[in-house]
């Protein structure tokens, strides 16, 4: 059990059902009336964030998520495997945990699976990644001078915007969280 009046960033703690995490609080102890508890906390199965106060001497279940990298190995259908890299049990996922920048994994990658009681909620892929580019425009010699940009196909079949002098072939690094080209890869 853990008390409103415990509170820190990052504690994780049940209410109404819900796996909730403290994003921020802050005690108060106003000159009338009773302390209590603002805290900013988030959903951390649908991401959604609100605001509540609480009594300091509320009490709530304490939730562990447990978060494990595992290596992605292949899909079927809508299932998605990950190997566990010390049993190398295979794990199924299903498809609609999965967020928009898994488009950017590709087989072998490793990833970090969120799971609350034994269900995954969430997979979240590495930050960065490097993947060659199968698909794009020639580029145009003299037209550097601006920040343009054109599309491109990774090998993972996702779309991204990238400068025009990348070629076809060229190994190029990417960040997950938003989508946006790096630089080419080392």
Avoid: W
């Amino acid at each position: 059990m853990i008390t409103a009046g415990d509170f820190r960033n990052g504690v994780t703690f049940e209410m109404d059902g819900q796996v909730m995490q403290v994003v921020e609080f802050q005690h108060v102890k106003p000159g009338k009336g009773a302390a209590f508890v603002r805290t900013k906390m988030k959903n951390v199965i649908t991401g959604a964030v609100t605001e509540t106060s609480f009594n300091p001497t509320a009490k709530f279940e304490s939730a562990t998520v447990d978060r494990q990298t595992m290596e992605y190995s292949y899909n079927d259908g809508n299932l998605y495997y990950f190997m566990n890299p010390e049993t190398y049990e295979l794990e199924p996922v299903d498809g609609s945990v999965l967020s928009d920048n898994f488009k950017f994994v590709k087989e072998n990658m490793e990833c970090t699976i969120y799971s609350y009681k034994g269900k995954v909620f969430n997979v979240e892929p590495p930050f960065f990644v490097d993947l060659v580019v199968t698909e794009t425009d020639p580029g145009f010699a003299g037209n550097t001078a601006t920040n343009a940009t054109k599309p491109a196909t990774v090998e993972t079949g996702a779309e991204i915007k990238v400068p025009l002098f990348i070629e076809e072939g060229e190994k190029i690094q990417i960040d997950t969280r938003t989508g946006e080209y790096l630089g080419r890869a080392k």
